[in-house]
């Protein structure tokens, strides 16, 4: 039998940490729920101790997953670990990771720690998470950095503190393939104890090696666990890609041997759901989830794969969860039709009457578009859980001028608080006069750091307009996301989507890099 590669996705903790990336409750288990239909072996969920949000994120999809592990991450702190503990109970299988900074650069800067000081944490916040949890996962965050005689007596004193698994990670995107394999097996080498936990790996991106270095540390390290994130979501350059390492390893089994437990078919709806849902667009040449990841427009290979698919495709579309035959919903389709595709998708409704609003919302889109896709149903549910009643800024009507020649005009209609305004305001564009209105009374004094619109579904002028806004403002970065379409309108709900975040996103303590 071939080794198990365990797959750990962080995308809802080391994802999240992307700038403006923040999730709801809702997205968040919406996302595990997919990650679990994808089969990853462990979900890190979210760091509890950071808010009371990510505490009740972690909260409920440790009561919803039943197939993956549940991770939460936590400081080397006894506060952090018993928050990560509570937040998991009730969880059918539950880990908690904690870890704390080993490099000389980190301890002397940011922790203001002696080395003693640090080992001894470490020592005691294994010790006490495993007293509260029997699977523990330890970071020593910069570990690829860090002095290896150093990090050998912390990982040894880890392990024999109960560690099951030892992570280590490449904060900062520093390493190369060759020389991160060959850390990860000098330390495996040289722990006395290695054997008694599985050696894990945590790539950055910096210097677009996430996922080289991440293979290196299986291949040449022996780790069996990858910690990765779908579409390579993360703050800076991002993290190690899931879609591109699991594609990698059953691609070329014939050089790593490995056993893996994903189910690559849900791959891209997996994609398209954490896109949609941050506002991170897919880049098109992307690796197995970009639009053109398996477009051929070179006739000579165009001609190859019509007579062997295989004389220019080394994966299979539909294997990674591209398809043709997806199932079109319109205005015809029923209830029971539209409540079922709701469950393939992983999307849970609290209640029928949640079904029924959501049918009608689907029904009002299908008379302005004629054929609903996935894509379609996703944007659609979370445009609502954006514009509830319970949103501080809510988008009523809008309506707007525009003409060759003239200058462009918007009157835009929306509530703050419990307070209901109409405002009028010319622009450059429509989009620039409707943003001007609101703008214009809400007085946020946000900077638009990004304006994007991408079609959800591609080949018709029919398909809803995706845009993302991002906004910051005194440090803080958000972005909205508002489909419809009308790129107008969808311009408007993104804006306001990206306004609710700055007037109610909670502040959190920051995570390992």
Not at 130 to 135: G, M, T
Not at 208 to 232: D, P, Y
Not at 277 to 282: C, K, L
Not at 421 to 433: C, R
């Amino acid at each position: 039998m071939a080794d198990k590669l365990i797959i750990f996705d962080t995308t809802l903790r080391d994802g999240e940490q992307s700038p403006g990336a923040s999730m709801t409750r809702e997205e968040k288990l919406r996302i595990a729920r997919q990650l679990e239909r994808l089969k990853v072996d462990v979900i890190e969920a979210g760091f509890a101790a950071s808010s009371n949000g990510d505490f009740e994120a972690v909260k409920a999809i440790a009561q919803v997953v039943r197939d993956s592990v549940v991770c939460s991450l936590a400081r080397a702190n006894d506060r952090d670990i018993s928050r990560a503990a509570e937040a998991l109970k009730g969880a059918a299988r539950a880990r908690i990771h904690t870890f704390i900074a080993t490099s000389a650069l980190h301890m002397e800067k940011k922790l203001r720690m002696t080395p003693e000081q640090v080992f001894e944490q470490a020592k005691l916040a294994v010790r006490f998470a495993r007293n509260l949890c029997d699977d523990v996962e330890f970071s020593p965050e910069d570990g690829y950095r860090s002095d290896i005689d150093f990090l050998c007596r912390v990982l040894e004193t880890a392990i024999r503190e109960g560690a099951t698994t030892i992570n280590i990670p490449d904060t900062v995107g520093y390493a190369v393939p060759e020389l991160y394999g060959g850390f990860i097996a000098t330390l495996r080498e040289r722990v006395p104890n290695s054997d008694k936990a599985v050696w894990s790996v945590h790539c950055h991106n910096d210097l677009g090696l996430a996922v080289a270095n991440s293979l290196a540390g299986v291949k040449i390290g022996g780790a069996r666990q990858i910690e990765c994130t779908i579409n390579g979501l993360g703050e800076r350059a991002g993290n190690c890609a899931l879609e591109e390492v699991v594609m990698a390893v059953r691609t070329r089994r014939d050089y790593f041997g490995l056993e893996l437990g994903v189910d690559a078919s849900q791959i891209v709806p997996a994609s398209r759901m954490v896109s949609q849902t941050t506002g991170f667009v897919v880049q098109p040449n992307k690796a197995v989830v970009g639009a053109n990841a398996f477009a051929h427009a070179s006739g000579i290979h165009q001609d190859g794969v019509l007579k062997a698919r295989d004389t220019y495709e080394i994966m299979r579309a539909e294997d990674v969860g591209w398809s043709a035959n997806r199932i079109v919903l319109g205005k015809l389709s029923g209830r029971n039709a539209f409540k079922q595709r709701l469950q393939e998708l992983g999307i849970a409704m609290e209640s029928e009457a949640d079904i029924n609003a959501a049918f009608m919302r689907f029904k009002d889109l299908a008379d302005r578009k004629s054929d609903i896709f996935d894509e379609d149903i996703l944007a659609l549910v979370s445009d609502e859980s954006v514009s509830s009643q319970h949103e501080y800024y809510r988008l009523l009507s809008l309506s707007q001028r525009s003409e060759t020649g003239e200058r462009p005009h918007a009157r835009v209609s929306f509530a703050m608080g419990t307070q209901e305004f109409s405002v009028d305001s010319d622009g450059n564009g429509p989009v620039d006069a409707c943003l001007k209105a609101i703008e214009s009374k809400v007085g946020s004094g946000a900077e638009l750091l990004l304006y994007s619109v991408n079609a959800i579904t591609s080949g018709s002028t029919e398909s809803q307009g995706e845009v993302t806004v991002r906004l910051q403002l005194g440090g803080r970065i958000v972005n909205g996301v508002g489909a419809d379409p009308d790129i107008v309108v969808a311009s408007a709900k993104a804006y306001v989507a990206a306004l609710n975040k700055l007037h109610h996103g909670p502040e959190r303590v920051a995570a390992q890099g």
